[in-house]
């Protein structure tokens, strides 16, 4: 069974500056797509940035990028410049195609100070 | 025009009581969900319907039923409710493998 670990409970990042949110996953399959999704306080799901597995080149979204690790089974979120609007909670999931579902981790609750 | 719209939004209701949520999408994606929330924010699948045939159905109690009447939609009818029934329940499709699902606003039902 697969599973989606991310072990910071909370973040905090100063406005402007840049922060890392961590995901680890665990999975026997090869053919899968990983994702972040953003939730604010509005409770809505927002997709943030995706990442297929078979792809080596991190995907960016513009302030957005990720640092996969396939072998590491690794898929970190990097927001740079960071704006208030980014405070939420941020979840990890992952998508196997043999398995159709999303199996999400625990996720981030990213706090911003102005 | 909201690509997943899912109706309540909030709903309050008594133990013992039936319920409805009805979810609709307007992208032409052939997957469609339900996701359960509960109060620590964790997010886990109850059902997965495929071109209108189920295909995910979790450990969920008997009181729980999808119900698919064509690809765009996909309904949520719980029996008997539960204080353990509260929480923000999502609705979600995708389109193929890619597992790209967009998300309902959620409804919150809580059970008194």
């Known amino acids: 069974a697969q599973t989606v670990t991310q072990s910071q409970p909370e973040m905090s990042v100063q406005e402007a500056e840049t922060v890392t949110l961590s995901c680890t996953y665990d999975?026997?399959?090869?053919?899968?797509?990983l994702f972040w999704y953003k939730q604010p306080p509005s409770r809505q799901m927002i997709l943030v940035i995706r990442?297929?597995?078979?792809?080596?080149q991190n995907a960016t979204e513009n302030r957005f990028s990720v640092n996969f690790q396939k072998a590491a089974k690794s898929f970190s979120l990097k927001i740079s410049d960071s704006q208030l609007g980014d405070a939420a909670m941020y979840f990890c999931?992952?998508?196997?195609?043999?398995?159709?579902?999303?199996?999400f981790g625990e996720g981030t609750q990213l706090t911003v100070n102005p | 025009d909201t690509a997943v719209s899912q109706t309540p939004k909030y709903l309050v209701t008594q133990m013992g009581n039936d319920k409805s949520i009805k979810c609709e999408q307007n992208l032409g994606h052939d997957t469609m969900y339900w996701y359960k929330q509960d109060s620590k924010k964790f997010l886990k699948i109850m059902f997965s319907?495929?071109?209108?045939?189920?295909?995910i159905n979790e450990t969920v109690p008997n009181r729980f039923s999808p119900k698919s009447p064509d690809k765009a939609h996909l309904n949520l009818h719980i029996n008997s409710l539960e204080l353990g029934d509260s929480a923000v329940y999502f609705c979600?499709?995708?389109?193929?493998?890619?597992?790209?699902?967009?998300f309902g606003q959620g409804t919150r039902l809580t059970v008194v």
């Open positions: 979600a499709s995708s389109q193929g493998a890619v597992g790209e699902a967009f």
């Open positions: 990442q297929e597995a078979y792809k080596q």
């Open positions: 999975t026997s399959e090869s053919d899968y797509y």
């Open positions: 999931a992952l998508f196997l195609t043999s398995g159709s579902r999303l199996t």
């Open positions: 319907y495929n071109n209108k045939e189920l295909i």
